[in-house]
């Protein structure tokens, strides 16, 4: 409760509060009384205080059941907030109606006026507690922040505490812990939306951090129904197989009864909904079918307890039984009603593949690094987006074999052209011409076949020094001075070298840029792939990297602005844009981490 309220939006809460308490109050004490004295009328084994205490845990609904029932039905936006606002505040009421009943259940009577003072104080005291004690809480963190003690590891376990904390003095001084917690949980709501920007780190945890225990809790709730639903189901048969069907029709009369309420209620209108364009039948049946039950009202029945005025509860399982088969119906009925009563949308487009605008996503950012310079940085981002394109099949041989062909008849042509400038001596073209042949066994002959040439190229390029080495005195100066030329000759050939390969690789990736289709990304990432280790045995490793994490933040840039543009033009839904900037955003985090570990 405490997560929910901290996640509702304050303005539609604000606006519609009018509506949000008269659902959360007056129809569910209504309710309780309809269905307390229908039940008993109806079966008088149930007593009254029975009765009305099976109406309290019947009556509040649940936000997190109505998220997931309605995600996919397209219920109107004012509607989903409708419920979502009602289900904070009903629940406290519920408890507070279950609690009375509970008191007249132990002494065997009940003050109407009693009731009301006390419902009064309950609900109103719990929500101005829980809005105190938030208040210092968030004030505290506030303080903390101020202070650089902003950490984490810090502010997250104050406000894990804060539910707990609230409910247990507001519990402590007779009020509900409930409201309590949703109060405080409003006021901190307040502070996650004034801190926008800032503290995104506290910020970001905090709220994975909630989604993950708000998760485990709900799902912990019904797993302990799975565990005690068959406990009770075989009680109830070891007494009367007919008693099954008779609760079964109370569940069954419970969730009509509720439902046509709630339909009354909005009808005749003790609540507005601002929706003109829909008619007011409409509005009142997804209002009453939207009365989903869950967390809260399993919880209600899994707390009656066993003994009450020193004798065990009066059909305890019965009301549990009871209360599960009508969060069943209420889960099921809207499932299949909802879409009914909802108008179909006209189909103007046909749905778009969120893979294919994605992959219209990333073909345009690639055509914008394209646009630079060639470089190995950049080569290497290029096939980083080509494989997010998910379309990498196994290449052709014979594909592959031609664009190698192909790829060393451009560096020749490149090297040609540094010739007829001048740029290229005739010792240095023989050194690199080597270098080439040794790069061509590396893609295209055996592994054994490359070691015996890398060996003899060793042998042959440094035989002369290691035969003067092993044969010189290494103390004379003469030998020192000749291994210092030889090392700084063989420092200026490989900056030599350096550049002409730079010439020669730039002019390989142009070619293998123009002719990179999907059709031959698969053949042209080898050869790609094949140069780019090469290269990166000349290439300066720091700058390259650095160059390569301004490439990919641009490609990010390009990516956004592809989604933005898209949605301007109307070529894309905010959906699918919602869904496109979250992946960006994933790609980015992932990227920003591996970065940091390389570092």
Do not use: C
């Not at 390569?548 to 602005?561: C, G, K, T, V």
């Not at 989604?563 to 979250?582: D, M």
């Amino acid at each position: 409760m405490f997560n929910d309220a901290q996640n509702t939006s304050r303005r539609s809460l604000s606006r519609n509060l009018s509506t949000t308490l008269s659902l959360a109050i007056t129809l569910v004490l209504v309710t309780v009384l309809v269905l307390g004295f229908s039940i008993h009328a109806l079966w008088p084994l149930f007593t009254l205080p029975l009765a009305f205490a099976l109406g309290a845990i019947v009556s509040p609904t649940d936000a997190v059941a109505v998220k997931s029932i309605t995600a996919n039905v397209g219920l109107p936006q004012r509607i989903l907030n409708t419920l979502e606002n009602e289900s904070l505040f009903n629940d406290a009421t519920g408890i507070v109606a279950l609690e009375l009943s509970l008191a007249a259940l132990r002494t065997g009577h009940f003050s109407v006026t009693q009731g009301v003072l006390e419902f009064l104080y309950v609900f109103f005291g719990g929500l101005l507690i829980g809005a105190v004690l938030g208040y210092l809480i968030v004030s505290l963190r506030i303080l903390l922040r101020r202070r650089n003690i902003g950490a984490v590891q810090i502010l997250l376990p104050i406000q894990l505490l804060a539910p707990f904390i609230v409910y247990f003095v507001a519990e402590s001084v007779g009020t509900s812990g409930i409201l309590a917690a949703v109060a405080a949980g409003l006021i901190h709501g307040v502070e996650h939306d004034h801190l926008q920007l800032t503290s995104t780190k506290v910020q970001f945890v905090s709220q994975t951090t909630w989604q993950i225990i708000s998760d485990i809790l709900n799902g912990f709730v019904f797993v302990l129904l799975g565990l005690t639903l068959p406990t009770v189901v075989v009680t109830l048969i070891n007494q009367h197989t007919v008693q099954i069907f008779i609760l079964l029709g109370i569940a069954v009369l419970i969730y009509l009864i509720t439902s046509i309420l709630r339909f009354i209620w909005v009808y005749f209108g003790f609540i507005k909904i601002n929706l003109h364009h829909y008619p007011k039948q409409m509005i009142s049946a997804l209002i009453a079918t939207g009365g989903i039950h869950g967390t809260v009202t399993l919880s209600m029945a899994l707390s009656l307890p066993f003994i009450v005025a020193g004798h065990s509860f009066p059909m305890r399982n019965e009301l549990i039984f009871v209360a599960a088969s009508v969060i069943l119906l209420s889960l099921l009925v809207p499932t299949f009603v909802m879409p009914l009563l909802l108008p179909k949308p006209a189909q103007i487009a046909p749905q778009l593949d969120l893979h294919l605008v994605r992959n219209d996503m990333l073909d345009y950012a690639i055509s914008q690094l394209k646009n630079g310079n060639t470089t190995p940085a950049q080569q290497a981002v290029l096939e980083t987006l080509y494989q997010q394109k998910e379309d990498y099949t196994r290449p052709d041989r014979e594909q592959v074999r031609q664009f190698f062909s192909q790829a060393q008849a451009a560096e020749q042509t490149a090297l040609t052209e540094i010739k007829q400038r001048g740029e290229l001596t005739p010792e240095l073209e023989a050194w690199y011409q080597r270098f080439l042949t040794s790069s061509d066994y590396m893609t295209q002959i055996s592994t054994g076949r490359f070691l015996l040439l890398r060996l003899k190229l060793i042998f042959k390029f440094r035989g002369r020094f290691f035969h003067r080495k092993y044969r010189a005195n290494t103390q004379s100066p003469q030998f020192k001075q000749q291994r210092e030329q030889f090392v700084k000759k063989i420092k200026q050939q490989r900056q030599q070298l350096a550049l002409i390969e730079e010439y020669g690789y730039n002019a390989v990736a142009s070619f293998l840029n123009q002719q990179t289709t999907p059709e031959t990304y698969p053949a042209v990432a080898l050869v790609r792939q094949s140069y780019n280790v090469r290269h990166r045995r000349f290439s300066n490793t720091e700058a390259a990297n650095q160059e390569q994490m301004h490439l990919f933040i641009a490609a990010f840039q390009s990516e956004y602005d592809f989604v933005e543009q898209q949605l301007r033009e109307e070529k894309i839904t905010t959906i699918i844009a919602s869904q496109l900037r979250e992946q960006i955003s994933y790609d980015e985090i992932v990227y920003m981490q591996n970065s940091r570990t390389d570092e």
